[in-house]
């Protein structure tokens, strides 16, 4: 029986010191853009807060869906929005990070079968600290609102 506390007790610190960044934050709306029949990748959005003391870089990020997934963001180039890998998302401590459309985002690449609006993603955040958190992302159609360009001018 003392083992097996002891035991419990060991299991118990190592869950705790792999929690560490990814306890300070919490994630916000996080949704996946529903992809166009047939393309073969769509990018996933949300708000990540830092609710703690120190900085936290997310420097990765992993997901059943795609065979690939990778840390994005939109770069302005000569007046084209071009798409870039990023090796990390910071989040500044008591800060947020917002992934949105044209601006940074979860890219998942290579899809391995179409997707349905309503689906849910489970998302893995991974930081820079070896811990991780994973974000349920659903599975949403894009909006006029969301898309880059903007009609609603007339
Ligand atoms: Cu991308």
Known sequence: MKQLSLLAAGLMVSLGALAGAADSVTVQDPYVRLAPPNAPATGAFMVIRNGGDKDVKVVKASNPASKVTELHT??????????RPVPAIE??????????????????????????EGDVVPITLGFDDGSSKQVDAKVVRPTAAAMPMDHKHH
């Open 74 to 83: 939109h770069l302005n180039e000569g007046g084209v929005m071009k798409m």
């Open 91 to 116: 989040v500044k401590a008591k800060g947020e990070a917002v992934l949105k459309p044209g601006g940074l985002h979860v890219m998942l690449i290579d899809l391995k079968a179409p997707m349905k």
